[in-house]
């Protein structure tokens, strides 16, 4: 799969499964000693809640990553949206500009609505 991808597919991928592990250590070290892996890697709890929000809709994001752009940023809001939009946004069959121009609008809608 990963072969098939461009690099910044590659790079989206990358960061998903990042987070993805990241988290199941958590719960393979117990919480006193992943937070303590935590500050040995200088993750600021900032960076652990984006990491919690990626990992969490990992499942969604690895359905979309053809498509999605690889900066943190553009991870974060595609997380943010509903799994059904986005899924569906996937299967509309339009360009990955056009879906990436739909995603940040209903990020933005998302953000000002709370």
Do not use: Y
Request: glycine share 4%; proline share 1%; charged share 25%.
């Amino acid at each position: 799969m990963l072969n098939r991808l461009e690099e910044t597919n590659r790079l989206a991928f990358q960061k998903i499964i990042r987070s993805w592990t990241l988290l199941q250590a958590e719960e393979q070290f117990g919480e006193v000693r992943f937070h303590q892996l935590c500050r040995e890697l200088s993750i600021t709890s900032e960076q652990l809640s984006w990491h919690r929000q990626i990992a969490e809709n990992a499942g969604k994001l690895l359905h979309c990553v053809n498509w999605i752009p690889c900066d943190d940023q553009a991870l974060d809001m595609a997380a943010a949206v509903e799994s059904e939009r986005l899924l569906a946004i996937n299967r509309s069959g339009k360009s990955a500009q056009t879906m990436r121009i739909e995603l940040q609008e209903l990020a933005a809608v998302k953000a000002a609505h709370g």
